[in-house]
């Protein structure tokens, strides 16, 4: 871990790169996906237990389709609402705020899951607006009127580090 | 009749006078007049405390231009010859401390100019508060979460400055809302004593 001292290079609450908030998004994916199937599969057990039949629901029912994106939606209002943050984002030290600087709304928050998918669907020329932006914000962070910032402290990190690493000297 | 006679007597006697004292004086020579005189013998006959206390020393003083005097004194030379360690021994500290108000001192004093000069990291690895912190934080899963996220804003700054060279802009870091962003601060000094930590590890493009 050969790496230029952190003291020098703490971003926190500056806007957040575009490698952090895929890895973030990535993980929010698959942990909401493992927890939507782990409930499934729950209540697949549970019916198949009540009705002494094989149930088995998967994502190819539509109704099953509807209710996961109804958890992906809640799943992420919901966390950008309550504290900025999902899952992902809280591992990779970022948060989204109001553009201003200001705490998300939830509001704020509901619009900005609703608009998320058209960045895809614009065959992800939503997302050029981090890597091209002075403020880093994607097509959904310019509708909701949000953007992401660092919210970790690298400088609290390196003195961890440090205290871990080289023990007190004894007296 | 007698008055008539003793006045013009009187005038001649008187020009006579003037007219001996004045060929005495001149045939008189008082440098050798005065080397027959013993001064100290003179000297010891003075009264110089009746003498001083005839002074008027203020009056004196008053007449006496100080920064003149000041000026023409060759301070360093002065200084030379005070012994400060023979002056510093007659101060009583404890006296001199009891009158400074400590709190006034303090109020003067700019607390985060001198926490900016701090090197924490030397205080962190050479002081029993690296002890404090490693106690108080996270243990692997900690440390694992510092290198992840330090790898992440790495890459962020990997890819942000090579879109910046791709058009041809200048890369000065990333940006943040100014409502959030504190003034800029000099980063404390890093002890070349000290092992680089998880930082953020930024690949020159």
Do not use: C
Request: proline share 5%.
């Amino acid at each position: 871990m050969t790496a230029p001292p952190a003291a020098q290079l703490n971003f926190q609450d500056r806007f957040a790169g575009a490698a952090s908030r895929l890895t973030a998004y990535v993980i929010d994916v698959a942990f909401s996906t493992g927890v939507f199937t782990l409930a499934v599969a729950g209540a697949s057990f549970v019916a198949s237990v009540i009705t002494n039949q094989s149930v088995s629901w998967n994502r190819t029912n539509i109704v099953v389709t509807i209710i996961y994106l109804l958890w992906e939606f809640l799943y992420f209002a919901y966390s950008w609402a309550a504290s900025g943050k999902t899952f992902g984002m809280a591992l990779l030290g970022v948060r989204v705020i109001s553009a201003d600087g200001a705490a998300a709304t939830a509001r704020q928050a509901v619009i900005r899951t609703l608009a998320f998918p058209l960045s895809f669907l614009l065959l992800g020329l939503g997302f050029l607006g981090i890597l091209l932006q002075h403020d880093r914000r994607a097509l959904h962070d310019l509708i909701a009127g949000t953007a992401v910032i660092y919210s970790w402290d690298a400088r609290a990190a390196r003195l961890r580090f440090l205290a871990r690493d080289n023990p007190p000297i004894p007296r | 009749m007698g008055k008539r006679v003793t006045d013009p007597v009187e005038s001649l006697a008187q020009r006579v006078a003037e007219r001996v004292v004045d060929l005495v004086v001149r045939s008189l020579d008082v440098n050798a007049l005065v080397q027959q005189v013993d001064l100290n013998a003179l000297v010891d006959r003075v009264d110089v405390a009746k003498l001083v206390d005839r002074v008027d020393v203020e009056k004196v003083v008053d007449r006496v231009d100080v920064n003149k005097v000041v000026g023409q004194m060759d301070m360093d030379q002065l200084l030379a010859k005070v012994n400060v360690d023979d002056l510093l021994a007659r101060v009583d500290i404890n006296q001199l401390l009891a009158q400074v108000d400590v709190a006034a001192l303090i109020d003067r004093v700019d607390v985060n100019e001198v926490a900016r000069r701090i090197d924490i990291d030397a205080l962190v690895t050479q002081t029993d508060l690296g002890a404090v912190i490693a106690k108080s934080s996270g243990g692997i899963v900690g440390n694992a979460l510092d290198v992840g996220r330090s790898s992440a804003v790495g890459l962020d700054e990997f890819i942000a400055r090579w879109v910046d060279r791709f058009r041809r802009r200048r890369y000065s870091g990333p940006p943040g809302p100014p409502e959030l962003l504190q003034p800029a601060r000099p980063a404390p000094p890093v002890s070349p004593a000290v092992a680089p930590g998880p930082a953020i590890s930024v690949v020159e493009p």
